[in-house]
């Protein structure tokens, strides 16, 4: 799914930190080549056919045209988000060294873990591009410093452990998170080509959640999508009905399910959304 970034005219990319106690994304790509950094936690990343354990330290770069997906993470996790445009992009990449940041994809493993003193600069740096925001002059001069010197220190990093996900596992998931429809296991082992028993096995094997749970978490996100567009819009919603038009059944459903992955009520992410 192409996500459209709503990032002003003037700016060449953007910064912020990612911290989202519900754990549920969708899989997406954009326009925009995306760094991530891990600063906190765990979490698993399928990154088209690839699946990636990720921890502090693990700085990951997304392309264009790589849907990327994080499909769990522990309560605590967080991570520093940067967008680059293509026209920062083409100014700033001129050497060859660089010149694969002008690449809509990337063939080989596109995480690495970084030392230390490099995990240190970078978390001061990603800071300091926040507090830029409204100066679009200096936000841009620092987005391409740190695009060139993120790129850099990758080439230095140690590689993560990754693994190849099976088509069957990457079939599946992908029909969960671009398709609403409730499908049942049998339906997506047909599609998928595998026995039901088989096709739970090895996704719980490759991925590190059952698609019972994975389910739940692209059910978690619709909810939080619907219910976030229906409050800016100013129409008002409950809990109930955004919780319904987003797959759950039930009440009782969606607030046991919201309570195991997000760790708190329903009502309490309100509130501190609301603070």
């Known amino acids: 799914m192409l996500q459209r970034l709503k990032l002003p005219g003037n700016l060449d990319g953007m910064a912020w930190r990612y911290a989202n106690p519900a754990g549920a994304n969708r899989r997406h790509h954009h326009a925009e080549l995306e760094l991530n950094l891990v600063t906190r936690g765990t979490g698993t990343y399928l990154l088209g056919s690839r699946h990636y354990q990720i921890r502090r330290g693990d700085l990951l770069w997304l392309f264009p045209t790589q849907e990327h997906v994080l499909i769990e993470q522990t309560p605590d996790f967080e991570m520093w988000i940067v967008v680059f445009r293509r026209r920062l992009i083409r100014r700033s ?64 990093a140690s590689e993560v452990t990754t693994r190849s996900v099976h088509p069957a596992v990457e079939r599946t998931a992908r029909l969960l998170l671009n398709d609403e429809t409730d499908h049942t296991l049998p339906q ?23 698609i019972v749970e994975f389910r739940n978490r692209q059910r978690m996100q619709r909810f939080l999508e619907r219910y976030e567009q229906e409050r800016d819009s100013g129409r008002q919603t409950t809990l109930l009905n955004a919780a319904l038009d987003a797959g759950f059944g039930s009440y009782p459903q969606f607030h046991r399910i919201f309570r195991q992955i997000a760790g708190c009520s329903p009502a309490e992410y309100q509130r501190r959304q609301s603070d």
């Open 93 to 156: 990449a001129t050497d060859p060294a660089s010149r694969p940041l002008l690449q809509r994809s990337f063939s080989g493993d596109t995480c690495r873990r970084l030392r230390q003193k490099d995990l240190s600069r970078f978390e001061e740096l990603f800071a300091q591009l926040t507090e830029t925001a409204n100066e679009p002059g200096l936000l841009n001069a620092s987005l391409a410093y740190t695009l060139l010197h993120a790129w850099k220190c990758f080439d230095r």
């Open 188 to 210: 997506l082992a047909r599609r998928a080509g595998l026995s039901p028993s088989r096709l739970s096995r090895l996704f719980k094997q490759q991925t590190g959640i059952s």
